[in-house]
T-cell receptor, first 111, second 116 residues
């Protein structure tokens, strides 16, 4: 079974803090994704990566950056957290096919 | 740009009722279609998928979906829902395999509440 893990289930940060969300997959997948999930808005793609050190902007990259130094790990960075970044963050990975496998999510609250 | 529309934001059913959740997409070429489910407190998981062949696909837990190309639709169905089907359901589409074409476009989700 594919396993995608995220470093925290719940996180509370203050406005202006730098926030790191970590995601690890154990299936040697090339592709990894970060989404945010908000009620009534579904999943929106923030960033994705096709390979180590490669990254592409998704639909809503503003205020975020990412890092992929190792194939199994994809980090989402909020340089200066703001209250409108309070959300559920989902990481996913994809192998040679099309299906994506999701982690459990990190619910981030920025106060 | 591709988009996915889910017609209902929240559906409330009693146990044993039949379910149909609508999903329409906007893309004229070959597509791959998915339904994902998110049970309360759990991660998003694949319910079923359509790549090619028989347009009626069966998934886990008694769910099925029908791809109707002429209507750009991929509706999810279940003949008799259970309380345990209470969850949020997401339709997703992608239009290829390589590069950004391999990415999924998600609908906004439909919350299903099943009353016992």
């Amino acid at each position: 079974d594919v396993k995608v893990t995220q470093s925290s289930r719940y996180l509370v940060k203050r406005t202006g803090e730098k926030v790191f969300l970590e995601c690890v997959q154990d299936m040697d997948h090339e592709n990894m994704f970060w989404y945010r999930q908000d009620p009534g808005l579904g999943l929106r793609l923030i960033y994705f990566s096709y390979d180590v050190k490669m990254k592409e902007k998704g639909d809503i990259p503003e205020g975020y950056s990412v890092s992929r130094e190792k194939k199994e790990r994809f980090s989402l960075i909020l340089e200066s957290a703001s209250t409108n970044q309070t959300s559920m963050y989902l990481c996913a990975s994809r192998g040679p096919g099309v299906e994506q496998y999701f982690g459990p999510g990190t619910r981030l609250t920025v106060t | 740009a591709q988009s996915v529309s889910q017609h209902n934001h929240h559906v409330i059913l009693s146990e044993a009722a039949s379910l149909e959740l609508g999903c329409n997409y906007s893309y004229g070429g070959t597509v791959n279609l998915f339904w994902y489910v998110q049970y309360p407190g759990q991660h998003l998981q694949l319910l079923l998928k359509y790549f090619s062949g028989d347009p009626l696909v069966k998934g886990i837990k008694g769910f099925e979906a029908e791809f109707i190309k002429s209507k750009f639709s991929f509706n999810l169905r279940k003949p008799s829902v259970q309380w345990s089907d209470t969850a949020e359901y997401f339709c997703a589409v992608n239009a290829g395999y390589g590069g950004s074409q391999g990415n999924l476009i998600f609908g906004k989700g439909t919350k299903l509440s099943v009353k016992p």
